[in-house]
């Protein structure tokens, strides 16, 4: 792997003066590469929260009102199928460049892979783990929250991973407005033709992508001790 | 006896069907007793089951449990004071043993100490390992999580247990030594337990009596699986509990229940024409040698040639012995195996009761 | 809200409809970079689908191709594909680095794990054991695949498809920020001009195209792959996403 990296970096500086990396740079720019990656996981962290705080009781809802299924999914389907990019500059006469006009897009994206999984991760309940439960009287809302939902972690968070793993990507699309976290160093890169500040921005992205995958990934071994032995489901990794 | 539950006129009818679920069934059970619901599918039998419980709302009519309208009662808190055991178990797959056992008492609030003692006490009575508390479900065998559905139905200690077809789900040998085990435990707790199987044997086994119900909850016999296997209320009935109820009867019958004939005997002291002329009474071709009530075994006349008593001949052991309390299936058991016709009947220490005849037993199939 | 009128006004004003920057332009432009890239992704990743479910090699590189797909930005892709191209073309050639080209390699490149990891998934899902009773019928393994197994996975492969399209179409918006054409033209050029109006009758044409895309896929799915499950109710099952899962969701735009 490392070695195919040198070899195209090697390709790509051929000939040419300009250096694929110019270390310098990224010293130069620390301060700002800082502020840019809160930015990118303070928008993360709210628009996936907001996101669940949403698709969260509409799923509970939804487990014990199966007709609201179809209504529900039909229009995050919707939000979730207009472009970020597109939403985004859809509401730039209403929020202008603020933060919210990037979180409304991520949070709607959101919430059809979250609305789904936490369904998903309800039902995947038996009915027999479920109906024990209830004969040894426990009440509806103990039901949920002892059983179904500690049951649902490991789709729930499985939803929760895509969704993280998807807001970080989307949110350099933002950069055209100047609130793109580490996609502003794209965007540099692309209208400055200077490859630095491109790679640095595609590789704290991606190691943020990854990081956040692996850390709730360990959420849900720490939340599913019982899944561990018994590979009730175990996610690949 | 006091009725400790009681079903007056219950129905459950289920909206836009034609015919009710179940359709005013009414039942008492005795405090202390085992009683079986079976019957077919569609018969209602866990509908009604459940129904005790509340898992299942019922349409009409009263459930009194322990002088009380189930009705009447907040269904969670009715549940908890109620043991309910189904056929997967439903343990909580993310809960350990302990904490699936101690489900009930922390819901009503016992302090650790009372519960840690109560599951020692559990682990005692299910013959439960130590070392399984600290598992999750998955990592317990079939039989195990059976019996821990059981022991965690039973935590609080409830005066009733409700069982959903309890052994359904694990293999034939697992399910013979649970029942045998449950019924061990039955008989040490005094609990009421209704169970509901589909399995006839099975409600034959366990249950001092049996409800079998018909399609929609019609109740055709309520009554001591041995009574109905010898009078079936109906052809329902004898349908139900099949072909075979003849025999199937006969693992519910003591031999002692039954009248042994004397069968022929002898004393070692007799001579040997005594004896010869008891071989031809007998009519089965040999006589029991019985010293002072211990038996020593079988003589012939082929055995008695040239013997002046009885005692100078040398006696045989039987191959088919039963004891009293031996069923009379296990009787027949031996009287074809051994391919003789009669059994002999003994008491601790050889002590000869008499001889249990094929024909004698066969008076008790024919009914 | 006055925007959002505004956009619509714009919408309606006859003389955004002609000319090269007009919307029909506009629109054919950036069909012609969506299906060219969607053609040539499903050239490279159906074929290869195919192999790895049918096969059964490669399945750990596919499922780490499509976590990679997800994690990586689309605008990260069409950046680092339009400085390859200025880089590797010739002089001569170097105005093609500017939009076309470009795009339709990084469209591609977006288009193909989604369509892949679906296939193999749709391939691979199939029972085994009517696998096995198919070749105790005597189907050899080619006729396995085609009579037994492409059928099976039509829905998968659909839902990859359409994922896929809708992926390509989004993205195709971004072609307008290395000087190419499509709808993300009048996103660009207005907010650089500051004509709102314009920015918002862009984002409304582009979020229309997406959701025609989409409905339109998942129209030829119903018709594609009628009754594959028992109950005949519903085209496909939505199994939730869990890695290694056929994809249900792709990185957006």
Known sequence: ?237 | MTAMISLEDVEKRYAGAATPAVGDLSLDIEEGETVALVGPSGCGKTTTLKMINRLIEPTGGRIVLDGTNVLEQDPVQLRRGIGYVIQHTGLLPHRTIRQNIATVPNLVGWDDARTATRIDELLEIFDLDRELLDRYPAELSGGQRQRVGVARALAADPPVMLMDEPFAAVDPIVRARLQDQFLEITARLGKTIVFVTHDVDEAIKLSDRMAILNVGGVLEQFAPPETVLREPANDFVRDFVGAERGLKRLALIKVGDVGVEDGPIVAPSASADEARRAIDAGGFGWVSLVDDGELLGWIDAESLEGRATAGEAAPRPFSAYVTASDSLRQALDSIVTSRTAVAVVVTEGQRYRGVLSLERLSKEIVS | MNGLVDGLQWLIDPVNWSGIDGVPARVWEHVQLSVTSLVIATLIALPLGLWVGHARRGQFWTVQLGNVGRSVPSLAVLSIAFLLALKLLPGDYAQLAFGFLPTIVALTLLGIPVILINTYVGIQQVDQDTVEAAKGMGMDGRQILWRLEVPMATPLVMTGLRLAAVQIVATASLAALIGGGGLGRFIVDGFALRETDKVVAGSILIAAMSLLTDLAFTLLTKSAAPRLTSDGSRVQPSPPAVEGHPADFVPGT
């Open chain 1, 1 to 237: 792997m490392i070695g195919l990296v040198t070899a195209v970096t090697g390709f790509l500086a051929q000939g040419d003066t300009e250096p694929l990396i110019r270390w310098i740079w990224i010293t130069d720019h620390t301060d700002e590469i800082v502020s840019r990656g809160l930015q990118h996981v303070y928008l993360t962290v709210v628009s996936v929260v907001i996101g669940f705080m949403i698709a969260f009781p509409a799923a509970v809802y939804a487990s014990r009102h199966r007709w609201s299924i179809s209504p529900i999914t039909s229009i995050s389907g919707v939000l979730y199928t207009i472009p970020g990019f597109a939403f985004i500059f859809l509401l730039l006469p209403i929020t202008g460049l603020s933060l919210t006009t990037v979180a409304i897009p991520l949070v709607a994206y959101s919430l059809l892979i979250l609305f789904r999984n936490t369904l998903a991760g309800l039902d995947s309940v038996e009915t027999d783990v479920k109906e024990a439960a209830l004969g040894m009287g426990l009440s509806r809302r103990q039901l949920l929250w002892r059983v179904e939902v500690p049951l649902a972690m490991p789709v729930i968070i499985a939803g929760l991973r895509i969704a993280t793993v998807s807001a970080i990507a989307l949110i350099t699309i933002a950069s055209l407005i100047g609130r793109g976290g580490f996609g502003q160093f794209i965007l540099e890169g692309l209208n400055t033709f200077f490859w630095t500040p491109l790679l640095v921005g595609v590789v704290l992205s991606v190691a943020l992508a990854f990081a956040s995958d692996i850390l709730l990934l360990a959420l849900q071994r720490l939340v599913t001790p019982w899944s561990k032995s018994s590979g009730v489901r175990a996610v690949a990794t």
